[in-house]
Structures are given as structure tokens and as C-alpha cells.
């Protein structure tokens, strides 16, 4: 059997809606934050695959003074810390709007912690207050990789996680 990294319509929900349920789950029991965002990070990692994406790296930036500092992450090593406004991650949080980016090379101020990525999706996470408090940063190796699915999906998931308390995580030094 060739290998085919294309899901259908519906395995593609699945994957999405399995993965917002357990995220649900540990977000009622799960009480080391580390471990949850750990979790998380993995939970959408595995759905985005399962949909089919190529993705390369998936997980938290969190707001910790006037940067994002690196959170819980599946992937390669990837940048430490990033100024509000710089790149993808830091004009999520500026803006606190959802950056959808088909090609990150077209992408002004571009931070290439992986020069394999191709596209990237970062949903900014408000907490209750409607305060940025840390950003979801998935990379992936195609042009193009994430539509309107992945999107709603990110979005759903975001809001899922704002009542979790990010900035025990992300104290200022």
C-alpha cells in the first residue's frame, strides 16, 4: 500500500472533535499545568496528522512580560523567545487575531526557527479578561496547509483553554 497522508472529509472531524474532547477531559482533571500543556500539545499534534497535514512542530508560546517565551512544544528546538509584533506568533499576539500564513516566505519579518516550514497557523489564547495570554503556533512542511477547518478547529480548541491559568507558566524574570 502507498502511503497517503490525505483523510477524508469526515476522518478529518473526527480527528478534530476527538481531540477537543480529550482536551475537555484533561482540562478537568489534568492539575501540573506543564503536564497539561504537554498533553495538549500533543492531543493537537496527533489530530492535525491524523487530518492529514505534514506538520512539523505544534505548540505554546506564552505571554510572559513584553515577549513570548516557549511553552510546551512537539517538534524540533525552536525559538526561545519572540517580541510582540515580530513574526507570525508575535503579530497573533499584537493583533490577538488568528494569523493564517500560506507561505511563511512572503510572511514580512518571517522568524524561521525551521527552515522545512512552509506554512504556519497561530491562534492567540485570551484568558477570560480577553487578555492574550499565550499563543498556539503549528508549523507545517506544505504551502498552504491550513484552511478554515484547521482554523475553527485551533479557535474551538483556544476556547476551550481560556479559563487555564497561563501565567503561573510564564512568569516575567
Known amino acids: 500500500a502507498i ?3 490525505m483523510a477524508t ?3 478529518k472531524e473526527y480527528a478534530y472533535e476527538d ?3 480529550s482536551i475537555e477531559a484533561r482540562m478537568e482533571t489534568e492539575k501540573a499545568p506543564i503536564s497539561f500543556l504537554s498533553n495538549v500539545a500533543a492531543v493537537l499534534h496527533q489530530a492535525l496528522i491524523k487530518a492529514g497535514l505534514n506538520i512539523n512542530w505544534c505548540g505554546f508560546y506564552l505571554v510572559s512580560g513584553d515577549v513570548l517565551v516557549l ?3 512537539q517538534g524540533k528546538a525552536a525559538c526561545w523567545r519572540i517580541s510582540k509584533g515580530k513574526g507570525v506568533c508575535g503579530t497573533a499576539w499584537a493583533t490577538a487575531q488568528t494569523q493564517v500564513v500560506k507561505d511563511v516566505h512572503e510572511f514580512p519579518g518571517h522568524i ?3 527552515s522545512q516550514t512552509n506554512s504556519e497557523i497561530v491562534v492567540p489564547v485570551k484568558n477570560e479578561k480577553g ?3 499565550a499563543v498556539i503556533d503549528v508549523d507545517a ?3 498552504s496547509s491550513f484552511g478554515d477547518e484547521e482554523r475553527e478547529f ?3 480548541a483556544e476556547r476551550i483553554l481560556s479559563p487555564f491559568d497561563f501565567g503561573q507558566l510564564a512568569k516575567p524574570e
Open 3 to 5: 502511503y497517503s497522508n
Open 9 to 11: 472529509k469526515k476522518e
Open 19 to 21: 481531540a477537543l474532547l
Open 71 to 73: 511553552g510546551p512544544f
Open 112 to 114: 524561521a526557527c525551521d
Open 131 to 133: 487578555e492574550v495570554v
Open 141 to 143: 512542511l506544505e504551502l
Open 154 to 156: 485551533l479557535e474551538k
